[in-house]
């Protein structure tokens, strides 16, 4: 293997482990909240979550770069106060694999806490445990395996994300290619071999997630 | 229900008007306005053929026509593409004519307010990113690489390159902003004058000339038309709209 598919292999995981941790602080507090509380603007932000799931991934790239870009909605004040730009570093590559990943966990966690017997949070309750000890304490272990499950197929579409981090985050080998942008450019250059056997790699991984992600959910039902 | 599915397989009969006959023309993206405006000139004298343009990076449109792309005419921004096209066996080799000449420029936001007037500017600490195309593809990529290597800055820039994937791409990241600087045609900078202005022109003997063959593909079915767009590229009334958008005659003898 090239050296510049070994980076773009290294970085691919690092932007994976990166967006699925984002997705886990992020994600598992808004699926509880999508799943357990009913408020004003709920709808839309279920919506709003979804989104990137259904929208084209080059519409969500470019979104991002209406929010990111140097002279985006916070990304110019941004620039204008610390000189720093997300867009082209791996941070990019990481914000936009977190933004396409979030649904999947969100989905898939939400359900699982909504299928958590509510008369053991009100059990809980009646022993004096406090709503977000509770959540801590029963819900969210009793709904375990869902969540797993909805990481592990977050870390997978991280993975593979394209359209939204070539925009975000540009095609740059040791900065910003991952292995998807890895294979593209090796397809448009003609380097037949680099791609096979990353496409080869990438097929095994996301074969390996699946059945992982298969266990934790055979186990949640 | 019912009904929309009637309505869909009634559409499907409604037989698509279809032309005479087809040319479809692989144009590096650099030539996109020139070829466009040529093309309705030509369509004017040849009504019955309509033109189907795709435009892209003269290495992805090469890898298109090794792939086996139906394409009946090749533009590219370079020799080397089709020099290897020809190799090949892919294009007709005596169709092949060289029409236009460019040249590199760098450019900057019109908003800039970073001074970069000569090539060790783009050195300078506030000189964050600067783009180019991905030499590996991209023509003016190759151009670029040349002339900074001709330059000695090739080594000491490399953390601050960014690679596009044709380019419009790189005069676009330019124009919003997202880089400081990059490399592209004359002719590039000249559709988005209001967004971009001219920072300095790399000296003319640190890259090869930047020269556009145009061929006939060899799988085409329509060889004569196809010529006959060639030859239009370099008539007086071919070159005379070349020339108002900035380009410059091809070298004389030159193929």
Known sequence: MSPQSLSALWLSVKVSLVATALVALIGIPLAYVLARRRFWGRAAVDTLVTLPLILPPTVTGYYLIVV?????????????????????????AAIAATVMALPLLVRTASAAIASVDRELEKAAYTLGRSEWRTALEVTLPLARNGILAGLVLAFARALGEFGATLMLAGNIPGKTQTVPLSIYTAVQTGETHEALLLVGLLTVLSCAVLVAAGRLGARAQ | MSRIVTLVLALLLVPVPASAQELVLSVAISMKE????????????????????????????????????????????????????????????????????????????????VDISKPADLLDARVKRVVIGNPKTVPVGQYSEESLRALGLWDRIQPKLVFSENVRQALDYVARGEVDAGFVYTTDAATRATNVREAFRPAEDTYRPVVYPAAVVATSKQRSLTQTFIDMLLSREGQAVLARLGFQPPPLGAR
């Open chain 2, 34 to 113: 020139a070829v466009e405006e040529l093309g309705r000139g030509f369509s004017s004298g040849h009504p019955g053929v309509a033109l189907r343009f795709n435009f892209g990076s003269s290495g992805e449109l090469q890898k298109q026509i090794e792939a086996g792309a139906p394409v009946d005419l090749f533009i590219s921004a370079a020799q080397r593409q089709m020099d290897e096209l020809e190799k090949a066996g892919l294009i007709v080799p005596s169709s092949r004519r060289l029409f236009a000449r460019n040249v590199l420029t760098v450019i900057k936001a019109s908003d800039s307010r």
């Open chain 1, 68 to 92: 990111l870009g140097r002279r985006g909605v916070l990304g110019a004040p941004l620039y204008e106060a610390t000189g720093f730009t997300i867009a082209f570093t791996w941070y990019a």
